[in-house]
């Protein structure tokens, strides 16, 4: 099965790629946490995705699909994965269209009132890259016992500006995946648990 999440930021999609991993048996491919991996490893690529991505502006889609068609060389593709944070512009949506036939679009719906408070709240771990909201997270820890920082990016005039990003340039993918005949759509405004459940129900 191959997968494409699509949804705002702190629509949940990384939170939900985690549960499909488990329920399905396929990794999650973020291009986000490609371009933060190779941050820390301190790459030439890194280093100038940094300066983009820490004001919320696209890395360029060149040096994005090239990473992303290297991890999907991996072996553990073999049976399928899920894509969380690609595509995000019509331009990549037509690249990875000749590259490979999907299966699936989920497009994660969650009200933007509902977005800003989480990405306002949210955490992240340094040491794994999870995610945690404040308020249903009290703890200054990851589960995994590393420490929790708020990223760069969702500080609020950052978010704002993701935002922006995303209705002029991502949300257009809805239709472009309708017109497949490929997209469902799982509501994602109640917890984490309900809104996996709706997506497997939408997989079966
Ligand atoms: P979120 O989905 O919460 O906005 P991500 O971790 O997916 O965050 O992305 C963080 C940043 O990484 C984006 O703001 C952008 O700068 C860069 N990025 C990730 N994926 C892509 C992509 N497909 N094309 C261009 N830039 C990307
Ligand atoms: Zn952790």
Same mark, same amino acid.
């Given at each position: 099965?191959?997968?494409?999440?699509?949804?705002?930021?702190? =629509?949940?999609?990384?939170?939900?790629?985690?549960?499909?991993?488990? /329920?399905?048996?396929?990794?999650?491919? =973020?291009?986000?946490?490609?371009?933060?991996?190779?941050?820390?490893?301190?790459?030439?690529?890194?280093?100038?995705?940094?300066?983009?991505?820490?004001?919320?502006?696209?890395?360029?889609?060149?040096?994005?699909?090239?990473?992303? $068609?290297?991890?999907?060389? @991996?072996?553990?593709?073999?049976?399928? !994965?899920?894509?969380?944070?690609?595509?995000?512009?019509?331009?990549?949506?037509?690249?990875?269209?000749?590259?490979? @036939?999907?299966?699936?679009?989920? !497009?994660?719906?969650?009200? $933007?009132?509902?977005?800003?408070?989480?990405?306002?709240?949210?955490?992240?771990? @340094?040491?794994?890259? /999870?995610? !945690?909201?404040?308020?249903?997270?009290? %703890?200054? $820890?990851?589960?995994?016992?590393?420490?929790?920082?708020?990223?760069?990016?969702?500080?609020?005039?950052?978010?704002?500006?993701?935002?922006?990003?995303? =209705?002029? *340039?991502?949300?257009?993918?809805?239709?472009? !995946? $309708? %017109?497949?005949?490929?997209?469902?759509?799982?509501?994602? *405004?109640?917890?984490?648990?309900?809104?996996?459940?709706? /997506?497997?129900?939408?997989?079966?």
């Amino acid at each position: 099965m191959k997968l494409v999440l699509i949804g705002a930021p702190g =629509s949940g999609k990384g939170t939900l790629a985690g549960k499909l991993v488990k /329920a399905l048996n396929i990794p999650a491919i =973020s291009t986000g946490d490609l371009l933060r991996e190779s941050i820390k490893a301190g790459t030439e690529i890194g280093l100038e995705a940094k300066k983009l991505m820490d004001k919320g502006i696209l890395v360029s889609t060149e040096i994005i699909f090239e990473m992303l $068609k290297e991890r999907l060389k @991996k072996d553990d593709t073999k049976n399928g !994965y899920i894509l969380d944070g690609f595509p995000r512009t019509i331009d990549q949506a037509q690249l990875l269209d000749d590259y490979v @036939k999907l299966d699936l679009c989920l !497009y994660l719906n969650v009200d $933007k009132d509902k977005i800003v408070q989480r990405l306002t709240g949210r955490r992240t771990c @340094k040491n794994c890259g /999870a995610s !945690y909201n404040t308020e249903l997270h009290s %703890n200054d $820890k990851c589960d995994c016992g590393g420490e929790l920082f708020i990223r760069e990016d969702d500080k609020p005039e950052v978010v704002a500006h993701r935002f922006d990003v995303y =209705s002029n *340039q991502t949300a257009p993918l809805i239709d472009f !995946y $309708k %017109n497949k005949g490929i997209l469902k759509v799982v509501m994602g *405004q109640e917890n984490p648990e309900d809104t996996f459940k709706k /997506a497997m129900e939408l997989l079966k």
